[in-house]
T-cell receptor
Framework: DSGVTQTPKHLITATGQRVTLRCSPR?????VYWYQQSLDQGLQFLIQ???????AKGNILERFSAQQFPDLHSELNLSSLELGDSALYFC????????????FGSGTRLTVV | TQLLEQSPQFLSIQEGENLTVYCNSS?????LQWYRQEPGEGPVLLVT?????EVKKLKRLTFQFGDARKDSSLHITAAQPGDTGLYLC??????????FGKGTKLSVIP
């Protein structure tokens, strides 16, 4: 157990639907990062939060949004889902943004049918 | 263009063999990280290398950061089935985001 908790573990939904993925960071970590992993693109950075505020955006689609709440948990909202959004979504956390390693959760596998 | 190129993409070896995987770039980095990812799990940090020419050992795994800090290698001695997984190198870019290579998928056959 890495200490980063992601729910749900698996999610199957239809095209056009909206889903919410949840992440609880490791205790004491203020930074949360979201990544998408697909077979062809590998692990791609989506968005970063630090202590409730958005710090950086990567390759995140406009249909996707996220937020970090006062208790530091984070949610990634995916809307108007397309088949190509099927992927593994990972959350990672760190105490502060730094040059050192981050702790990843075990991911949410999203399947859009 | 991929910032980090990893090779080989796939590697299948017998238990007990040695292997080396590579992570290359044309850019210079202040540090580089190696992660291992097992099926159904998130990446787990193995090591961070910081100094050019640095060598770090983690049991049977030896990590080296190139002198020019543009590349890195991971050498596994006497591979075990438990070493099976996806090996990813990553660097910090922008506002402290991790940028990953596409990884080397290693299978160690008993």
């Amino acid at each position: 157990d890495s200490g980063v908790t992601q729910t749900p573990k698996h999610l199957i939904t239809a095209t056009g639907q909206r889903v919410t993925l949840r992440c609880s960071p490791r205790s004491g970590d203020l930074s949360v990062y979201w990544y998408q992993q697909s077979l062809d693109q590998g692990l791609q950075f989506l968005i970063q939060y630090y202590n409730g505020e958005e710090r950086a955006k990567g390759n995140i689609l406009e249909r996707f949004s996220a937020q970090q709440f006062p208790d530091l948990h984070s949610e990634l909202n995916l809307s108007s889902l397309e088949l190509g959004d099927s992927a593994l979504y990972f959350c990672a956390s760190s105490v502060v943004p730094s040059n050192y390693g981050y702790t990843f959760g075990s991911g949410t596998r999203l399947t859009v049918v | 263009t991929q910032l980090l190129e990893q090779s080989p993409q796939f590697l299948s070896i017998q238990e007990g063999e040695n292997l080396t995987v590579y992570c290359n770039s044309s850019s210079v980095f202040s540090s580089l990280q190696w992660y291992r990812q097992e099926p159904g799990e998130g990446p787990v940090l193995l090591v961070t290398v910081v100094t050019g020419g640095e060598v770090k050992k983690l049991k049977r795994l030896t990590f080296q950061f190139g002198d020019a800090r543009k590349d890195s290698s991971l050498h596994i001695t006497a591979a075990q089935p438990g070493d099976t997984g996806l090996y990813l190198c990553a660097v910090i870019t922008g506002s402290y985001q991790l940028t990953f290579g596409k990884g080397t998928k290693l299978s160690v056959i008993p």
